[in-house]
């Protein structure tokens, strides 16, 4: 096992530095650079004269060295994490990228867990019980909710849910983490209780997509595993059905759902990515968005980057895990 886990780690570096080397390469492909938007800016904002906005272009290329080649911007970026933590400086947001992740990845983490909470609970839960009453009303009705779940547009649906709280609800505040009155007062049972109103609708509609995918999955493992012949000896042997399903056929089942968890946060930053935009929320995926529309290369390379060491250790969790669940899987 110990081996495993040391051949797994040394191959997820050679990946994660692939990873690094492909998304910083990606996000230097548009022509221009945040200099030129800092030129524009200068020029539309500050009235200053083009000869002007272009100097202090030049002069924020040669201070940050987006005039260096690719390969020694990179090296530059890559070395700076390693060797100092330091993720570099965010050319839009004026501070400090390190700074950044802190304040927006643990609510972003956390509201991904949140979403990824409910549709695995909810959709295992329903997909083991609509796999034990195959094409009746539940079963048919489920499939309905995972079709609409996973084609209707987040965007969309984060409009019409934002229109029923405020008009159909009546509340005032919709959008941001806290209300006005609790933004800079201290934690209290209120105030999380605020906090929970404002996020709600994000974990839900992120989790949606995740709830019809379990459900899906969850059935059809299920009914494949039902149709087992260690199930039918199962039952031939005279156990309740309640124990045949819950101790037999839902661990076999629960493999691939296992196995999805190795890219399951990702997968949540981009489904509450629309939410958190129309609401409002300051996660990370929005900040993402901007920094590539600017062409802040630092702040998007490392978001980039977070998401491919979560992607890693995703898979590798999911692997350990799926190694202790079922003992037929070798750590060869």
Same mark, same amino acid.
């Given at each position: 096992m110990l081996r495993f886990i040391? *051949?797994?780690?040394?191959?997820?570096?050679?990946?994660?530095i692939v990873i690094t080397i492909v998304a910083f390469t990606i996000i230097q492909m548009p022509s221009g650079d945040f200099?030129?938007?800092?030129?524009q800016e200068l020029i539309a904002l500050g009235g200053t004269s083009e000869e $002007?906005? $272009?100097?202090?272009? *030049?002069?924020?290329? !040669?201070?940050?060295?987006?005039? !260096?080649?690719?390969?020694?911007?990179?090296?530059?970026?890559?070395?700076?994490?390693?060797? +100092?933590? !330091?993720?570099?400086? =965010?050319? =839009?947001q004026r501070v400090d990228v390190s700074q950044l992740l802190a304040q927006r990845l643990p609510r972003t983490?956390?509201?991904?867990?949140?979403?990824?909470a409910i549709s695995s609970l909810v959709g295992i839960l329903v997909g083991i019980y609509v796999a034990n009453?195959?094409?009746?009303?539940?079963?048919n009705t489920a499939a309905a909710f995972a079709f609409f779940a996973t084609s209707f547009p987040r965007f969309s649906l984060?409009?019409?849910?934002?229109?029923?709280?405020?008009f159909g609800l009546?509340? $005032? +505040?919709? =959008?941001?983490? +806290? =209300?006005?009155?609790?933004?800079?007062?201290?934690?209290?049972?209120?105030?999380?209780? !605020?906090?929970?109103?404002?996020?709600?609708p994000v974990i839900l509609i992120a989790g949606l997509g995740g709830v019809a995918r379990n459900l899906r999955v969850m059935r059809g493992n299920l009914l494949d595993v039902l149709n087992q012949q260690y199930v039918t000896t199962a039952r031939s042997k005279g156990l309740e059905e309640r124990k045949v399903i819950n101790r037999h056929a839902v661990p076999n089942a629960l493999h691939p759902i296992i196995a999805y968890q190795g890219t399951?946060?990702?997968?949540?930053?981009?489904?509450?990515? $629309?939410a958190a935009i129309v609401f409002g929320i300051p996660t990370m995926a929005p900040m993402f968005i901007e920094a590539l529309l600017k062409e802040d290369v630092f702040l998007s390379g490392s978001i980039m980057l977070l998401y491919g060491i979560l992607l890693i250790a995703g898979n590798f969790i999911a692997d350990m895990a799926l190694a202790i669940l079922d003992p037929r899987i070798s750590f060869s």
């Open positions: 040391v *051949n797994r780690l040394i191959s997820s570096i050679f990946i994660l200099a030129d938007v800092y030129k $002007e906005a $272009e100097e202090a272009a *030049n002069k924020l290329r !040669d201070k940050y060295g987006l005039l !260096d080649p690719l390969p020694i911007q990179y090296l530059k970026w890559i070395g700076a994490i390693v060797l +100092h933590g !330091d993720f570099g400086w =965010s050319f =839009s983490i956390g509201i991904a867990l949140a979403a990824h009453r195959q094409y009746s009303i539940a079963d984060a409009l019409i849910i934002m229109y029923f709280l405020a009546g509340w $005032e +505040h919709v =959008s941001a983490l +806290h =209300s006005p009155e609790f933004r800079y007062a201290d934690w209290s049972i209120a105030k999380a209780i !605020d906090l929970l109103k404002h996020v709600g399951v946060l990702p997968y949540m930053f981009q489904g509450e990515l $629309e």
